[in-house]
Every structure is written in C-alpha cells, then in structure tokens.
C-alpha cells in the first residue's frame, strides 16, 4: 500500500477517534486517559529500544512498568482529589528503585567489573522514566482545567497546526533556507517559521470560537501559541536525533504510514508541560 495512502487511512480513521476520546468526559475522560497510560508504555519501549541500540539498559520490564505508573498516578491523584506532587514523588520513588537495583543486583555478565556501565544504565533508563513517563502525565493533567475538552482539543489543534503549517510553507517556500538542523536537513527556517504563525493563528482562531474559555487579550494566546509550536518543534527535532542517534527511520511500526507511536507524538509530548503551565497561568490561574 502506498505511504501516502496510509498516512491518509490513519488520519481519517484515527482524527475521529481522538475526538470521541476527548469528548468522553465520565470519570475525568477515561478514554483518554487509559489512552495516554497506553501510549506511555508503548513510547517507553520504544526510546528504551533506541537507548539500547547504544547503551547498555537495565531490565526493559521493569523501566517500562515504572515508567507507565507515573502517568497513571496522575490519573489517580485527579480521580481521589490528591496534589499532582504525588505524581512526582511516584517518579522520584521509580528513580530510587532503579538505583536499589543497580546498587544490588549490578550486571550478571562481567562479574570482575560490575558497575562498569551503571552510569550509563542509570542515565538511560532515567530518561526513558522522564520522557516515556513523567511528560505523559501533563496530558493528563489537562483533564482537571475547568472545559477541559475546550483546552484539550485547542491544545492538539495548536500542535497539529503548528505541523500542517510547517511542512506546508516548508515545502512551497523553504527550498533555499533547508539544512540549518542537522538533525532533520529536510526542514527549513521558513517551515519553522510557518508552524509557529500556524500555530498561533489557529489559537486565535480557537479563542474567537470559545471566548467565555479563552477571555481576556488576544495576546495571551499569542504567547501560549508560540510556546507551544517552539515547543513541538523541539520535540520533533529531538526525537530525530535519537533515531539518528540509534541508526533507526522509525521508533517503531505500531502505526501503518507513520512508524512508531513516538513519531507521531514526540511534538505533543515537549509541548504538553508548556501548554499546562502558560494556560494554567493565563486561563486558569493555576
């Protein structure tokens, strides 16, 4: 099947769905949630998979189950009204126990130098409790703003747009301004420039659709449309270094036309705390 055929499939099968998620509200959008507990264990193998392509890693299961109850304590904390620093206390208790398991049950295979790669072991599988774990759990924070369906549809239609845009004015008008990213040579200084006015136009767009939401000066949009569009470009060009990194196209094949669930969340994962704090702070008084 053709790659662009399939994209379309996924897109036009997978845009309803990621509505009817987010428009269950019943026990603070439990679709959604179970859907964002998911996507944390899958992306946690996943990065544990392109992390072990260079490092030595400590034991998958185990950092992929820690990792994947750091987003589930979030939901726990909003379903019995407790303070989201649970949620950080579960991720510094999953690092401690990564470190009680390096500091007694070091490697098995080199019994003359046991701890030779524990500094590498532990960095990694830090990183995959941070960026496969702790990220997600913004997602589902979201949930507890007031109209939260209203900020997490704008949320996604401010990444989403930030992407269309960028790829579109990239491809039209960046011919000559590609290669400044080493990362991904195929992106252009305008299409970055495009995601972002895509981005913050859209967010305009959203706050004249739901003003009784967004109230207040156009410009606070502004400010959350650009953070958020810097924010999901990083995330794009970060994750394209580790696949570089790892000698990998894809973080996996999960997703027919798109590779692996990473590929097509690694914007929403670096723009979700920003999104969660710049609204919570300009919207919500959070």
């Given at each position: 099947m053709n790659k662009i055929l399939r994209r379309l499939l996924t897109f036009f099968i997978g845009l309803p769905l990621v509505v009817l998620v987010i428009y269950f509200t019943p026990y603070n959008h439990l679709f959604f949630q179970c859907a964002i507990i998911a996507f944390s264990c899958i992306g946690s193998i996943e990065i544990y998979n392109l992390l072990k392509k260079n490092i030595p890693m400590q034991k998958k299961w185990i950092v992929v189950v820690l990792a994947s109850i750091i987003p589930a304590s979030a939901y726990a904390c909003i379903l019995f009204n407790l303070d989201f620093v649970i949620t950080t206390l579960v991720f510094i208790a999953s690092f401690m126990i990564l470190l009680i398991m390096e500091v007694f049950f070091p490697c098995p295979q080199n019994p003359e130098s046991p701890f030779a790669d524990s500094?590498?072991?532990?960095?990694?599988?830090?990183?995959?409790?941070?960026?496969?774990?702790?990220?997600?759990?913004?997602?589902?924070?979201?949930?507890?703003?007031?109209?939260?369906?209203?900020?997490?549809?704008?949320?996604?239609?401010?990444?989403?747009?930030?992407?269309?845009?960028?790829?579109?004015?990239?491809?039209?008008f960046g011919k000559g301004t590609r290669g400044i990213v080493k990362a991904s040579p195929n992106k252009s200084l305008v299409g970055f420039i495009g995601g972002i006015l895509g981005s913050i136009a859209s967010g305009i767009l959203c706050a004249f659709i739901w003003p009784d939401v967004f109230s207040g000066s156009l410009w606070k949009m502004v400010v959350l449309g650009l953070c958020v569009s810097i924010a999901a470009i990083l995330g794009d060009l970060a994750e394209s270094v580790f696949k570089r990194s790892a000698g990998e196209k894809d973080s996996g094949n999960i997703i027919p036309g798109r590779g692996g669930a990473l590929d097509s969340i690694d914007s929403i994962l670096m723009a979700a705390p920003l999104f969660y704090f710049v609204a919570g702070l300009l919207y919500t008084k959070l």
């Open positions: 500094n590498k072991k532990i960095v990694g599988s830090l990183f995959v409790l941070l960026y496969g774990g702790y990220l997600f759990s913004f997602l589902s924070r979201m949930t507890t703003f007031p109209h939260s369906r209203e900020f997490i549809i704008t949320f996604f239609i401010l990444v989403f747009m930030c992407d269309s845009a960028a790829w579109f004015f990239g491809v039209l």
